[in-house]
């Protein structure tokens, strides 16, 4: 049954889950974490950190990683938890495959159209919220802590934040290089 679940719930997310893996994010969160309950919001973080320094777009990254561990949770074993990562990977990207073999042709044919340049532009907005919100989601006390619990480690949190905010918008530091910063500084400070 959890397979199913997985099937129709990542696809659904590849149909509806536009402006790439960033925008799906909010969506997956959603499914998995309060939806479904096949995870914590701690375990939905961890996957998000190691989609992102893996190799690979995140959407379909998080979408393995998050079937994985749905069906590991469930008890099921390790075999059968490669074959949710199988599912849920294959569910997020059937929705793209199919549309863009179906609408290739005219999507070439009709892309210079008033129409078509309408429904851009209403998706660009939305694509920003969607970013928006996968990026707040994950702004909690199991991320950042609280002042109250440890505010050591909360305050450190907020720096970090801030400093890879600034660093990748106005220094233009490679966010690769500000994931390793982060990760050594989180390393020194928090252990």
Request: net charge neutral; glycine share 10%.
């Amino acid at each position: 049954m959890i397979f199913l679940q997985l099937f129709i719930t990542f696809f659904l997310i590849g149909l509806f889950g536009f402006g790439g893996g960033y925008g799906m994010l909010s969506l997956i969160q959603g499914e998995v974490v309060h939806h479904w309950n096949w995870m914590t919001t701690s375990e939905f973080t961890d996957i998000v950190a190691i989609s992102q320094m893996t190799p690979g777009p995140i959407g379909i990254n998080s979408a393995t990683y998050c079937g994985y561990t749905a069906v590991h949770n469930a008890g099921m074993g390790n075999l059968l938890a490669i074959a949710g990562s199988l599912t849920a990977t294959f569910a997020l990207v059937l929705p793209s495959l199919i549309l863009m073999i179906l609408i290739s042709k005219m999507f070439l044919k009709y892309m210079k159209t008033q129409t078509v340049q309408s429904v851009f532009a209403g998706l660009r907005p939305a694509v920003v919220g969607l970013l928006g919100a996968a990026t707040l989601l994950l702004v909690t006390p199991e991320n950042f802590s609280t002042p109250e619990t440890n505010p050591w480690q909360f305050w450190i949190s907020v720096a970090l934040f801030m400093a890879t905010f600034v660093g990748t918008m106005f220094l233009k530091i490679n966010p690769i290089r500000m994931i390793l910063y982060s990760a050594f500084a989180g390393l020194v400070l928090l252990y």
